[in-house]
């Protein structure tokens, strides 16, 4: 089987353990429980006939006194840059990934995940601020960990974008 | 035969124990560490019992533990990877390491471990450290958790108050727009707590509400707040927002936070909107400004700084909140013209405590220290833990230094104290410098420099002490670093030099003799005597470089004087640390034969202190130096133990006696039967004398009808360069054939 390593990053607290917990686990947890340096979990997907096991690198959420460790980064065939629609800040903290991201490794398929979309009434973002991180319609997912919504499809898309990756090497 | 086997089975229970107290040791740092051969890793010690679990748990059941050791990046994910950055250290030729960064396994739901690996090249093998950290991040994970969950209902709170101040705004321009009198909107916005004012352009006040009064403590008969409130605001707002006036001048949109005061002084934060509005011909008539209170956010902001800021181990302030704490209270006595005490202060020999018990009972010690410096101080004095041994305290509003000295003294006692481990009890001291504001400097950086500079010098004076700064100490020390530092790349630069002070023979005429004396030629403070490096250079271990190049450049000197006719002898300076480093007769033996020189052209000086160190050692080095064919001067006789009995046991081949015996010679009795009885013995054994720093007639009358040897001082000739010492030569016995290599000019 094809093992493919991904990360998962963004600001703190946009919910980047909270997806790998709904997608691995199925499981949620309101409680707000910081990582320190990174958790790799293991999931098998299938991606048209083929079996993918995907190692879902959790990374550290940047802050202001956190910077993205790269090393983390190296080798990974996908990342999914996670927002927080509740709140603005984290769109400039994607931007900032992307930059750094996108020099090192400028071939990583990367996938949007605007998470939270459970929480409508304190939703914070407009169309236009996702348009300036440049991502294509069909790689960006609007999920909520809490309800399950749309997590399934976003790791998918990735994994999908992976093989992708695969193919191009 | 016996006893060979004795001896490799005596040695094998040593490795042994050596291998099992290593293990221990590991277990106890909590590290597992292997040694990867050929894309295997073999554990070096026990694991521990932590990372068996992990282990068998990753690999699937049954494969775990085989025979060809373990398959990490198998059971790893994170170590796969990490191979590869890995990989780069083994693979270079010099001993190097590199971390991984922390990985997190959770072996059960209940259970966290946060580990990090350590790729190391170490004396050619590669090893692979694992090191359980998660006591460590134990307490970093909770500061950072703090941190981040008060950041982020800062967040929401901000943005919520951000999205209401908007709304809020639309909602009063409606009204505005739609003709609504002043009385209208007041009514709609009397009971919002929001704050809200609108005014003229000129300020002059329409109408307010209640929250706004009650942001500024506004008293009753006060009301309605005076004109200048707008003008009060773009002036608080415009130390941070420079543009606000212009914004406003010119009818634009502004939102910003500042710091505010109220009517009784009181220091407030506020965010705030000013919107301009506008009539149907678009000239502006009047300003909406729109104020919420957000000191609290901005409390909790700081508190989180704070909470950023403190050392893990000893939860003091870090380096980081120090320095904001020292520029803040800095330019506070500005303000208030008082003075301000810094202390500096390092642990004793921390180093070796933290090498030799661990790094664990490292930060125990910190953490005692950490407590007994709060315990010597009031509460409202600053200590900070700037990182590894090094405390820094500031006491603010002090009268004097010697209010300093005695809390410095306090202090002192007060760490003096034992510290008890488990299992040992030592002793810690400080040592500590101190500098004042605004004597010892006014800008932040100086203070600092200062009183670290006084820290260092009390650690030179013994430790164990404090110092308080004074400008010529600074110098003092300023100028010990610099040579410190130019000394290190002094022979590279090629500032060394020798220069050559002959020695006279007082019995047999035309023999060439010499002491080489090296000088060293600073960049900025020109000529620095051997008395100001040596010791430095001693300290550093340099010295072995240095020694090396002079023994090169004095063999080097004798060839040329060879090629020039002069058969002479060059006796050179040599430090104990060179005798030491054990590498000393080979490099003599080097540079003979690299100068095709005869051996007896050089004399080695060695000082008494030498013998000092292990004797044994030190007679078979010299054992293997005469065997060569060097000679051995011993130097500076007289000054240090001065034990005859050495001169019997050690090849000695010629004596100096020390500058401050001749000196005194001939009038002072103690010098006289001194310098008498130490030529007369030396004689009967066979040691020839030199005595050095001749300055009078007098004293070499004295050592004439003594019988010394050899002399050597102004009085003859002053310390040369190797051109006036070939020139001085020329002069008193000038050779015509240059093939004639002669030892004695006499045979000549
Ligand atoms: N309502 C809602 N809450 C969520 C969702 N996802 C995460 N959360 C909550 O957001 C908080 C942060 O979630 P985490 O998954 O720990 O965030 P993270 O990105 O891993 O954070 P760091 O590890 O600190 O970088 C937690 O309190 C979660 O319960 C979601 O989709 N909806
Ligand atoms: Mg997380």
Redesign the pocket.
């Known amino acids: 089987m094809i093992s493919k390593k991904v990360t998962m990053v ?1 600001a ?7 997806l790998v917990r709904r997608f691995v686990e199925s499981i949620f ?7 320190i340096g990174v958790k790799i979990d293991k999931k098998q997907v299938q991606v048209d006939q083929e079996m993918v096991q995907l190692m879902i690198w ?1 990374i ?2 940047v802050d202001v006194f956190t910077e993205l460790n790269t090393t983390y980064l190296r080798g990974a065939s996908g990342m999914l840059l ?1 927002i927080d629609g509740t709140r603005e800040n984290t769109v400039d903290a994607a931007q900032k990934i992307l930059d750094t991201v996108t020099n090192s490794m400028p071939e990583t398929p990367v996938v949007l995940v605007v ?2 979309c ?2 409508k009434s304190q939703w914070a973002l407009t169309n236009g601020q996702l348009s300036r991180l440049n991502i294509a319609e069909e790689n960006i997912f609007y ?4 309800t399950g919504e749309c997590v399934e499809e976003a790791f998918s898309r990735l994994a999908e974008l992976t093989l992708g990756s695969a193919i191009m090497e | 035969m016996a006893a060979e086997n004795i001896k490799s089975l005596k040695h094998n229970l040593a490795l042994v124990e050596q291998g099992a107290l290593l293990s221990n040791l590991f277990l106890r740092l909590d590290i597992a560490i292997f040694e990867y051969d050929n894309g295997v890793f073999c554990a070096l010690s026990s694991l521990p019992d932590w990372f068996d679990n992990l282990y068998c748990q990753q690999m699937a059941a049954g494969s775990g533990l085989a025979n060809d050791g373990y398959h990490l990046e198998e059971a790893f994910p994170f170590i796969e990877n990490f191979l590869f950055d890995a990989k780069k250290i083994w693979q270079k030729n010099t001993d190097d390491e590199i971390k991984s960064g922390i990985w997190t396994e959770t072996p059960d739901p209940l259970n966290e471990l946060n580990l990090e690996a350590i790729a190391m090249r170490c004396g050619e093998r590669s090893l692979l450290l694992i090191v359980n950290e998660t006591k460590h991040f134990d307490i970093r994970r909770k500061v950072f958790q703090r941190a ?1 969950d008060l950041a982020l209902s800062n967040e929401r709170l901000e943005s919520s108050l951000y999205l209401h101040q908007r709304q809020l705004h639309l909602q009063i321009e409606d009204l505005y727009q739609k003709n609504q009198s002043f009385d209208e909107i007041q009514n709609n916005i009397q009971d919002e707590s929001t704050a809200i004012l609108i005014c003229k352009q000129d300020g002059s006040v329409e109408l307010f509400n209640k929250a706004l009064i009650d942001i500024y403590a506004i008293s009753k008969d006060q009301t309605p707040p005076q004109k200048s409130l707008l003008k009060k605001w773009s002036e608080e707002a415009e130390k941070q927002y420079p543009e606000i006036r212009r914004i406003l001048a010119t009818g634009q949109h502004w939102e910003g936070e500042f710091e505010t005061e109220d009517d009784h002084q009181r220091k407030k934060w506020v965010r705030m909107m000013i919107a301009p509005m506008k009539s149907d011909d678009d000239s502006l008539e009047h300003f909406v400004c729109i104020a919420n209170d957000i000191s609290n956010i901005k409390l909790s902001e700081r508190e989180i700084e704070r909470l950023i800021q403190l050392d893990p181990n000893t939860h003091l302030p870090n380096r980081r909140y120090f320095w904001n704490q020292l520029n803040e209270l800095v330019a506070l006595n500005k303000k208030t013209g008082t003075c301000l005490g810094l202390i500096y202060l390092d642990i004793d020999h921390f180093k070796q405590v933290n090498n030799e018990l661990g790094p664990e009972k490292g930060d125990q010690l910190l953490k005692t220290v950490a407590n007994r410096l709060r315990q010597s101080l009031k509460k409202d004095d600053f200590v900070a833990h700037l990182g590894g041994d090094e405390f820094a305290v500031i006491i603010d509003n002090v009268d004097d230094e010697y209010m300093m000295s005695e809390i410095a003294m306090r202090i002192q006692e007060n760490i003096a104290r034992d510290v008890v481990f488990d299992d040992l009890t030592m002793n810690v001291t400080l040592s500590m410098g101190i500098a004042m504001y605004p004597k010892h400097g006014i800008k932040p950086h100086i203070l600092v420099k200062n009183a670290d500079y006084a820290m260092y010098h009390a650690k030179e004076l013994g430790r164990n002490q404090y110092r308080i700064t004074s400008p010529e100490l600074h110098q003092k020390v300023k100028h010990k670093i610099q040579i410190e530092q130019g000394l290190k790349t002094a022979l590279e630069k090629n500032e060394f030099r020798l220069l050559y002070q002959p020695q006279i023979s007082l019995g047999s005429k035309g023999e060439f003799r010499m002491e080489a004396l090296i000088r060293w030629h600073h960049p900025e403070h020109g000529t620095v005597s051997p008395a100001d490096f040596i010791s430095v250079a001693e300290e550093s271990g340099l010295i072995i470089d240095i020694g090396r190049w002079v023994i090169e450049t004095a063999c080097e000197e004798a060839e040329k004087l060879n090629k020039a006719g002069y058969n002479a002898k060059v006796s050179v300076n040599v430090s104990a640390k060179q005798f030491q480093n054990g590498q000393l007769v080979s490099e003599v033996e080097h540079a003979l034969n690299n100068y095709r020189i005869d051996a007896e052209q050089i004399e080695l000086e060695v000082t008494e202190s030498l013998f000092l160190h292990n004797l044994e050692n030190i007679q078979k080095q010299l054992n293997e130096l005469k065997d060569l064919g060097v000679t051995i001067a011993l130097d500076d006789f007289g000054t240090g133990f001065s034990s005859l009995s050495y001169l019997k046991k050690l090849p000695i081949d010629i004596l100096k006696i020390d500058r401050s015996f001749i000196s005194e010679l001939p009038d002072n009795q103690h010098s006289r039967t001194i310098v008498e009885s130490v030529i007369s013995m030396s004689h009967q054994l066979g040691i020839k004398v030199i005595a050095e720093g001749i300055e009078e007639q007098t004293q070499l009358d004295y050592l004439k009808e003594l019988d010394c040897d050899y002399v050597q001082g102004f009085l003859f000739h002053a310390p040369m360069s190797s051109q006036d010492l070939i020139q001085l030569y020329q002069s008193i016995a000038p050779i015509k054939n240059k093939a004639s290599r002669t030892k004695k000019l006499s045979n000549s």
């Open positions: 963004g703190f607290a946009v919910g980047k353990t909270s947890s309101e409680k707000y429980h910081t990582t959790d550290e959420g996670v998470n939270k459970d929480l999920t909520s960990a809490k | 981040r």
